[in-house]
């Protein structure tokens, strides 16, 4: 979380920046105004959790990170959306 981040160019880009240094690929990233979102698999974080965590505070100076654990990402999608394209 970081109030205004909506308001400072590049902030996605300098985040996404800290995980592709460490070797790292996001699996999802949702966001909001002052929240921005990464999922990571863990197995490729776990080593390297605080020195991306410490890169992520020189990058972009958040006022807060929370980090989950052993979460699953679930997507519902109908019958007939792999036939309509951007909906699936």
């Known amino acids: 979380d970081k ?3 909506n308001s400072e160019i ?7 920046q800290v ?6 690929s ?3 990233m949702p966001s909001g105004i ?3 979102t990464v999922f990571v698999h863990q197995d490729e ?3 390297k959790e605080q020195k991306v965590l410490a890169e992520l ?3 972009v100076n958040p006022d807060s ?14 019958r007939s959306m792999r036939n309509n394209s951007g909906l699936a």
Request: a negative charge; glycine letters at 10%; proline letters at 0%.
């Open 45 to 47: 974080f776990v080593e």
């Open 57 to 59: 505070h020189r990058a």
């Open 10 to 16: 590049g902030f996605g880009r300098k985040v996404l």
């Open 65 to 78: 990170i929370e980090l989950e654990s052993d979460l699953a990402l679930i997507a519902v999608v109908g």
């Open 34 to 36: 002052d929240t921005m």
């Open 26 to 28: 996001f699996e999802h």
């Open 19 to 24: 995980f592709e240094d460490n070797g790292i």
């Open 3 to 5: 109030d205004m981040m």
